[in-house]
T-cell receptor
Framework: EAQVTQNPRYLITVTGKKLTVTCSQN?????MSWYRQDPGLGLRQIYY???????DKGDVPEGYKVSRKEKRNFPLILESPSPNQTSLYFC??????????FGSGTRLTVV | DQQVKQNSPSLSVQEGRISILNCDYT??????FLWYKKYPAEGPTFLIS?????DKNEDGRFTVFLNKSAKHLSLHIVPSQPGDSAVYFC????????????FGAGTRLFVKA
């Protein structure tokens, strides 16, 4: 089954403690993205990657890092999380005419 | 500056009637538009799309209309069913490669039985 898998689903952490949200796709897609969803703001792009070792900033990249060492994996890294990064995060893989396939989401709370 | 706007946060419709969800965009360079549906605790799922060279695309109960001169698109659901109750996101892309896909804030649709 074609899918995007992200983990964990839920995470509560403290300010400043580094964390990584993993994302993996099994469709051999080149293009992947990370989005965050906040009430009234919809989905905002954090980072995207056009292929292995090719990444670029989206609209809200501050406080985040990504890496793309292999095609299937695209982890999101928060080096020093802050409370304003409390959000619902989605990893997505681009299917062309059908747009993105999204993961199930990671709800992050930073206290 | 929001490049893709969904001005109605919510919409309530009776089962069997038509649901019309609207979306406006500001960047005339967008050339591919998509609608996604999202249920609670799930990721958004693709619903229907339209290229800027078309003005209408239909898939079963779902039809998307594009008015390029007005920079406006709409999603029509006919007939509406209770299972259609979800949040609907409009998205606009600079090309089908998805290099820059901007989403609206979403409209929550309630379909009453």
């Amino acid at each position: 089954e074609a899918q995007v898998t992200q983990n964990p689903r839920y995470l509560i952490t403290v300010t400043g403690k580094k964390l990584t949200v993993t994302c993996s796709q099994n469709m051999n897609h080149e293009y992947m993205s990370w989005y965050r969803q906040d009430p009234g703001l919809g989905l905002r792009q954090i980072y995207y990657s056009m292929n292995v070792e090719v990444t670029d900033k989206g609209d809200v990249p501050e406080g985040y890092k990504v890496s793309r060492k292999e095609k299937r994996n695209f982890p999101l890294i928060l080096e020093s999380p802050s409370p304003n990064q409390t959000s619902l995060y989605f990893c997505a893989s681009w299917e062309g005419a059908k747009g993105y396939t999204f993961g199930s989401g990671t709800r992050l709370t930073v206290v | 500056d929001q490049q893709v706007k969904q001005n109605s946060p919510s919409l309530s419709v009776q089962e069997g009637r038509i649901s019309i969800l609207n979306c406006d965009y500001t960047n005339s360079m967008f050339d591919y538009f998509l609608w996604y549906k999202k249920y609670p605790a799930e990721g958004p799922t693709f619903l229907i799309s339209i290229s800027s060279i078309k003005d209408k695309n239909e898939d079963g109960r779902f039809t998307v209309f594009l008015n390029k001169s007005a920079k406006h698109l709409s999603l029509h659901i006919v007939p509406s069913q209770p299972g259609d109750s979800a949040v609907y996101f409009c998205a606009a892309s600079l090309n089908t490669g998805g290099f820059k896909t901007i989403f609206g804030a979403g409209t929550r649709l309630f379909v009453k039985a």
